[in-house]
């Protein structure tokens, strides 16, 4: 782009928006910034609302991390507005329409609404059936588990894991309810996914696998019984579901934006981030970009996409985009992932790696002996090393990754002298 423009409106303060708003003022942007959330309060780091935020959510004295100080927003003269939602966008005008009826101009459009969590016919109208998403969900979930004392959680991802963990740790019973065969079928290898099983396991949860809930009896006086598919019931006083998401994209089909149907009506968009309209863009867990396999929902990538757009709107060239990778954290465990494991890959290659602590070791995934995706249980160590062949594009032998005697550090400065980089 040439000229700078003079007045950017973002549309959500969540990791995506809050980065892309910091970018820009970073990169000497000194137009106006309007952020727009229809949450209220300053924006919350989302982490830690499946784990800390459960645990300690009923206590007086906690509050959730601010994504940034409460001083920052008014020291970098961004207008934050909390509480209001975008009704619409007018294109032809470039201005869009708030819920309290105002109109707000923009020369650049920026949407990063994130993602809403599906929720399933049968536990919408039940009093004590939650998701989790915002930082209110969490202060419910999290109320909830100090009245009651057992727990259905529809879901074995990430967010249902965590979600047992805190609830487990809060001294609740807990049953996950999970469609496929084993847990993270979709996005992790078979052996982390036994082990987070076991780690389960052991603290006492139960898990229904191959299976899914088909309604719900009211009726119970401990509660209410979950009907599962395979004719299996389960007793519990709260259920939690974690199924997934879908992109928050009603601006974009509002507004006719071209939308990515192969992936949940996302916002589909290019390499810099911008949407079938040139004045706007879209970042986050809401857009999906031209090329990518997969729409990737994790905090890094909505951060990276702010900066991107940042760059973009700055007539800058963004910076090369790093390996995605994403962290869990369960009980006293902590899962690190680089990379995106590449599970329908018929030559996939799976080499385990011993870690230094006890119960600790990394999963590494080749195709064709390149190095696609590394996963550490409790093994950061192997985590930060593994990162970093991905993010030079080298890879490790299968040999000297299984060998816990040989030094990957040195592995690594060795292969990057050779390519040269």
């Known amino acids: 782009m040439g000229e700078v423009d003079n007045r950017i409106v973002i549309v959500g303060a969540g990791h995506a928006g809050i980065s892309c708003a910091a970018s820009l003022r970073t990169n000497g942007y000194d137009g106006s910034v309007t952020v727009v959330d229809r949450q209220d309060g300053l924006p919350v780091e989302r982490p830690p609302l499946s784990k800390d935020a459960l645990l300690n959510g009923g206590k007086e004295t906690f509050a959730l991390p601010l994504i940034r100080p409460a001083n920052w927003y008014s ?8 509480g209001i939602a975008v009704t619409s966008i007018d294109k032809d005008a470039n201005t869009i329409t708030l819920s309290d009826g105002a109109s707000v101009p923009y020369t650049k459009l920026v949407i990063a609404t994130g993602a809403i969590p599906i929720e399933l016919r049968s536990t919408r109208s039940h009093p004590h059936s939650y998701t989790l998403r915002t930082s209110k969900d969490a202060a419910d979930i999290s109320k909830a588990a100090s009245l009651f004392s057992s727990a259905v959680i529809i879901g074995g991802g990430y967010i249902g894991l965590e979600v047992a963990a805190a ?22 290898s078979s052996i982390i996914a036994q082990s987070l099983l076991e780690l389960h396991e052991r603290r006492g949860v139960k898990f229904k696998f191959g299976n899914a809930l088909i309604g719900i009896d009211q009726d119970v006086k401990e509660g209410f019984r979950a009907v599962l598919k395979n004719g299996d019931h389960e007793t519990a006083e709260m259920l939690v579901t974690g199924v997934g998401v879908n ?39 809401v857009a999906k970009r031209a090329g990518a396999v997969k729409r990737i929902e994790s905090v890094y990538n909505a ?5 991107q757009a940042a760059a973009y709107i700055m007539g800058k060239g963004g910076n090369p985009r790093g390996v995605p990778w994403f962290w869990s954290d369960q009980y006293n465990k902590t899962l690190q992932i680089a990379g995106l494991v590449p599970l329908e890959e018929p030559n996939l290659e799976v080499v385990v790696r011993p870690g230094k602590r006890e119960d600790s070791f990394s999963v590494w995934s080749f195709v064709k002996n390149k190095l696609e995706a590394v996963e550490a249980f409790a093994d950061s160590g192997s985590f930060m090393i593994g990162k970093k062949f991905l993010s030079e594009g080298l890879s490790p032998s299968g040999d000297e990754v299984r060998d816990p005697s040989i030094d990957l550090k040195t592995i690594f400065k060795t292969k990057k002298m050779d390519s040269g980089k």
């Open 75 to 82: 020291e970098n003269s961004i207008d934050l507005r909390t």
């Open 303 to 307: 951060q990276e996409d702010g900066k």
């Open 247 to 285: 992109p928050d994209s009603f601006l974009a089909s509002s507004s006719s934006l071209t939308q990515c149907h192969d992936d949940r009506n996302s916002i589909c968009v290019n390499e810099h981030c911008v949407t079938s309209n040139r004045d706007i863009l879209a970042i986050g867990d």
């Open 167 to 188: 609830l487990t740790e809060r001294g609740l019973k807990v049953t996950i309810v999970e469609t496929e065969d084993r847990l993270l079928a979709k996005i992790s």
